[in-house]
């Protein structure tokens, strides 16, 4: 979490992918949010690790990905 806490995004991920990998819903979480914040090919792959969170019931990728509405399309449409 200290790489969080510095917004190091590369070397969280590199802290969260085997935790991630391993499924934990945490890691999973919290790797997805290292992926977004890097640069938009890893962010594509963040929503994945979002969804296998909230599977394993993980409060905030739920919450996140409930409150996640397209950009694009604005609030005409939500994931």
Do not use: I
């Not at 890893?42 to 996140?64: C, D, H, Q, R, V």
């Amino acid at each position: 979490m200290e790489y969080v806490q510095q917004a190091r995004w590369h070397d969280a991920e590199q802290e969260f992918r085997p935790e991630a990998e391993r499924g934990n819903a945490d890691a999973m979480y919290w790797l997805g949010r290292s992926l977004e914040y890097q640069n938009f090919q890893k962010g594509l792959t963040a929503g994945e690790w979002f969804y296998k969170s909230a599977e394993l019931g993980n409060p905030w990728a739920m919450t996140l990905l409930r409150d996640k509405k397209c950009e694009f399309l604005g609030d005409h449409y939500r994931n």
